[in-house]
T-cell receptor, first 116, second 109 residues
Framework: GAVVSQHPSRVICKSGTSVKIECRSL??????MFWYRQFPKQSLMLMAT?????????EQGVEKDKFLINHASLTLSTLTVTSAHPEDSSFYICSARAPGGMSEQYFGPGTRLTVT | GQNIDQPTEMTATEGAIVQINCTYQ??????LFWYQQHAGEAPTFLSYNVLDGLEEKGRFSSFLSRSKGYSYLLLKELQMKDSASYLCAVLDSNYQLIWGAGTKLIIKP
């Protein structure tokens, strides 16, 4: 089956610093990747959709200058949380959709971000 | 607006059967997914329905009625490891996944 990896799995950073999270599709080429955020006991919230080689499409209320997304290749997308604050602490999950076929999304294992 | 409803929490007994319902109102429909999510982990795919009817996969089955905007996930022979949240998600006309809030399933011995 399709595998998506995320790195790091956990990160603790100080307020005001930036953190980069990587999402990789390991055995398929993902033309579209999605970034989600999930707060405790809540459902997934889509932050942005990124297509390889073009700018990401952000959901309403998500600051594009704070959450920088780069989808430079068909197997890698990165999310950078800039000037992180404690309220950015959350579980960040990426998913990837393979071109063609069913529109199933394959999820990465998630990254737990804690901002102190 | 787009809306997906599912119960917040359900409790069932090990070895029993449980049905988790999901109703949806979305702009367009290109299929409905069920995902399982254990605490602290990412969701894992369970099923996909795009046509009306029942899809059976081992202990898990998923049903869809497009005319009623309704789906259910049926779990048989419940095991303790089935304790998790079950997320219903609909692919809308823009091929964007609209997520329900999830149903936390608690299995008791």
């Amino acid at each position: 089956g399709a595998v998506v990896s995320q790195h790091p799995s956990r990160v603790i950073c100080k307020s005001g610093t930036s953190v980069k999270i990587e999402c990789r599709s390991l055995d398929f080429q993902a033309t579209t990747m999605f970034w989600y955020r999930q707060f405790p006991k809540q459902s997934l919230m889509l932050m942005a959709t990124s297509n390889e080689g073009s700018k990401a499409t952000y959901e309403q209320g998500v600051e594009k200058d704070k959450f920088l997304i780069n989808h430079a290749s068909l197997t890698l997308s990165t999310l950078t949380v800039t000037s992180a604050h404690p309220e950015d602490s959350s579980f960040y999950i990426c998913s990837a959709r393979a071109p063609g076929g069913m529109s199933e999304q394959y999820f990465g294992p998630g990254t737990r971000l804690t901002v102190t | 607006g787009q809306n997906i409803d599912q119960p917040t929490e359900m409790t069932a007994t090990e070895g029993a059967i449980v049905q988790i319902n999901c109703t949806y109102q979305t702009s367009g429909f290109n299929g409905l997914f069920w995902y399982q999510q254990h605490a602290g982990e990412a969701p894992t795919f369970l099923s996909y329905n795009v046509l009306d009817g029942l899809e059976e996969k081992g202990r898990f089955s998923s049903f869809l009625s497009r005319s009623k905007g309704y789906s259910y996930l049926l779990l048989k022979e419940l095991q303790m490891k089935d304790s998790a949240s079950y997320l219903c998600a609909v692919l809308d006309s823009n091929y964007q996944l609209i997520w329900g809030a999830g149903t936390k399933l608690i299995i008791k011995p």
